[in-house]
């Protein structure tokens, strides 16, 4: 019944949608600022709709948008008429904050089976496993709007699962259609930062019985820790008007790329829009943010302060107060250090669009105190697409050229971070394995609404051996002599293309972080360069394939998994084989291999997995210590198995290199490596205890240790 009430069914369905989002100090009392000169915040202090105390609203977002969908072919736009936003987060990425916002306060459906909130799912009360998930009464019965209602009142059976406490108004009659929802956090729910919740829903009733709601408001009460009387506030309101199950007039929204548009002037609008399009006027001291926030920036102490917060944040440094034109870093890049440059010293910086919205500039110096070598990035960039602050806004469409001078780990790939972070410096083993490389490249990237992406690399790149770490010999025909190579040169056109439906992260300066997993992701490259063209030593094809998802499993957690393979199919030398990314460090770091050397296994094909469950303290909960402590299981199952042809073994007849001392060719058994980990320590900690269950046998390896990460998370 409540399928066939989905106003989805309908061939369409428009509507107009006006959220406000507000974020405030809580229990905020002016005398625990220092000074008189900060008095004037007393005139702002407003009050709180769930505890009544005073709040200080610091954040403020409106946005009203009109939502366009067609049934066949499925197809959602979004016009957004109006937006603002004004508070202390400006300091930080604007489009990052808003995708962590869009995720982290999803639009609730209390009909589906999971509701999404605060990246987590919550059993719906009207789940199919409700009956067994949840507890139900028959508390009142009332007359709503005209029509009597059943009080279904429920609440989960274990409190500490993620569900729900609250009540819902349900039409005594035959279609008992839900009138309206409550719903608060379940009493003990192992659940980070949040204190206190309520969503109060409305719903109304077409003509022809499809559901439509009219009203959604969250209120919830942050706090880092849990006996504090201070923390964040928030309010989220968000509602409906004009709703309608006729074709839109302009068929054409249909065929615009984007799935949300700014309309003309939508980021500038004046008061007067906002005073004649607001579906419910402001409440209290909401509209006053912008003013407090000019009051508060024009105090030095204040002003810095927020600057600073914004650098760490964001790892760069801006190097003007207003539209800065280069910012300098990243930060944890200033200083680190490995085997080949002993202590290194790093800085660099790069072009903002306040200089040019369409070229960027990226370069960087680095010094080894031990080898004693300059290395250095120059990069140019045009985007086609106008960017607002910085280059790697979505959608990229550019053009990238770079040369770039510095050492390669080999066996080490730094997916999410830079290879040069101080975090990384510390190893649990000496990273011996390292050349010099010279890359020079041209880059063309193109990013589609769809998720879909494609990149086109031509590089020209030198690997230089370095004889006390990575020699490059020839064998000789006559036994135990050695011929040393100095370096060898390739000529490459790489392709990857990428399909990442529906994608959600945290976009900062240098990296996307994800904040959803929930859709699956699809990589293929291919890597392409023939002995002789372009300089290249070698003849060399290589192809990879990939796929990454977050599967959950309602009330138990989630299961993380990355599947991966590849092939190459010529005759090379063993640094263009496929070598499995062996982590050194003592931190978790995502698709690694904890307990392997660097080019321990040397592979020209492969099929690699890792899988990381996360229980949500499913277990634990049930522990009546253990559930006071809020942790949180965690295991892990990793393995690479890999194989090498004949013709890629050295001999003195292929002129190959000799493989490195402790570098391996995979017998008939995977490697593998397993975990069991506990999260939410202090709310950010993660320890983990690994084995390496496989080639338990080789020399100089680490069978079993700890290893951590720092992971904020609700």
């Known amino acids: 019944a409540n399928e066939k009430n989905d106003p989805r069914q309908h061939d369409y369905y428009s509507y107009e949608r006006y959220e406000k989002v507000t974020f405030a100090l809580n229990d905020f009392k002016n005398n625990k600022i220092a000074g008189k000169k900060y008095d004037f915040l007393s005139a702002y202090i407003d009050s709180s709709d769930i505890s009544r105390k005073p709040v200080l609203n610091i954040s403020e977002r409106e946005k009203l948008e009109t939502i366009y969908f067609r049934k066949s072919p499925h197809t959602e736009k979004t016009i957004i008429l109006g937006k603002k936003h004004s508070g202390m987060d400006e300091v930080i990425s604007p489009q990052g904050m808003e995708a962590m916002m869009n995720e982290t306060f999803k639009d609730v459906d209390l009909f589906k089976n999971n509701i999404s909130l605060f990246t987590n799912k919550f059993v719906s009360p009207l789940s199919s496993i409700g009956p067994s998930f949840y507890k139900y009464y028959l508390a009142d019965t009332v007359v709503l709007e ?26 005594l009659d035959s279609t008992w259609f839900v009138k309206r929802a409550r719903l608060l956090l379940s009493t003990n729910i192992n659940l980070n930062f949040v204190e206190d919740m309520e969503i109060d829903q409305s719903y109304t009733r077409a003509p022809d019985g499809t559901r439509l ?47 949300e548009k700014l309309a003309d002037g939508a980021e500038s609008r004046k008061e007067d829009f906002w005073k004649e399009r607001r579906h419910e006027p402001l409440q209290g001291k909401e509209n006053l943010v912008a003013r407090m926030m000019t009051q508060l920036r024009s105090y030095p102490a204040f002003y810095y302060t927020e600057k600073v917060i914004g650098a760490l944040v964001a790892g760069y440094i801006p190097t003007r107060k207003e539209k800065n034109l280069i910012d300098l870093g990243p930060m944890n890049t200033t200083i680190s250090g490995n085997s080949l440059e002993g202590a290194r010293f790093r800085v660099g910086g790069m072009t903002t669009a306040n200089l040019n919205p369409h070229w960027f500039g990226k370069a960087y110096l680095a010094y080894g105190t031990k080898d004693k070598k300059l290395k250095y990035l120059a990069e140019v960039e045009y985007s086609f697409l106008r960017k607002k602050e910085h280059q790697n806004e979505f959608p990229i469409h550019s053009l990238k050229a770079s040369y770039n001078y510095d050492i390669d780990q080999l066996g080490q790939h730094y997916l999410y971070t830079n290879k040069d972070n101080v975090f990384l410096s510390v190893k649990r083993k000496r990273d011996s394995r390292v050349t010099y490389l010279r890359d020079a490249r041209l880059e063309y990237t193109r990013e589609f ?41 390739m000529g490459e056109l ?6 990442a439906p529906n994608e959600k992260y945290y976009q900062s300066k240098s990296y996307r972080y994800p904040v959803s997993l929930d859709m699956p992701v699809f990589t293929l490259s291919h890597i392409v360069a023939h002995k002789g063209v372009m300089g290249s030593d070698y003849s060399y094809n290589c192809t990879e394939f990939g796929f990454q998802k977050r599967f959950w499993f309602s009330a138990f957690g989630y299961t993380d998994m990355i599947l991966r393979a590849g092939r190459v199919w010529d005759k090379v030398p063993f640094p263009l084989l496929l070598i499995p990314n062996a982590n050194l460090s003592y ?35 049930r522990i ?29 007849e292929n002129g190959l290199f000799v493989f490195p001392e402790g570098s391996y060719v995979m017998g008939k058994m995977p490697y593998m490596e397993a975990g069991v980990g506990i ?21 100089h390896i680490n069978k079993h240790g700890v290893r951590f990460s720092m992971r904020f998370t609700f």
């Open 146 to 171: 005209g029509d009597s209602c059943a009080i279904l009142s429920f609440a989960p059976a274990n409190s500490e699962s993620f569900g729900f406490v609250g009540q819902m108004w349900v039409t």
């Open 213 to 259: 709601v009219q009203r959604d408001f969250l209120t919830t009460d942050f706090k880092l820790k849990s006996n504090s009387k201070s923390g964040i506030h928030a309010r989220r309101l968000v509602t409906f008007k004009d709703q309608s199950f006729d074709p839109p007039e302009d068929m054409s929204i249909f065929s615009i790329p984007e799935k």
């Open 449 to 489: 609404y769809s998720g879909f992406s494609y990149k086109a690399i031509l590089r020209y790149r030198t690997q230089y051996a370095t004889p006390n770490f990575v020699p490059f010999l020839k064998m000789s025909e006559i036994e135990g002599e050695y011929t040393p190579v100095k370096d060898y040169s």
């Open 494 to 499: 790489e392709v990857r293309l990428r399909y």
């Open 587 to 621: 931190t978790i770091q995502p698709e690694s291999f904890t307990q392997m050397n660097a080019m321990e296994f040397l592979n020209d094909q492969y099929v690699s997995w890792d899988v990381t469950y996360y229980a949500n303290g499913w277990i634990f909960n």
């Open 624 to 652: 009546p210590f253990l559930k006071k402590l809020q942790w949180r299981e965690v295991g892990t199952f990793r393995g690479w198995y890999g194989d090498l042809s004949k013709k890629n073994i050295p001999t003195a």
């Open 679 to 699: 999260e939410n320590i202090f709310k950010f900690l993660r320890l983990d205890y690994v084995w390496r269950l496989t080639y338990r046998d080789h020399p």
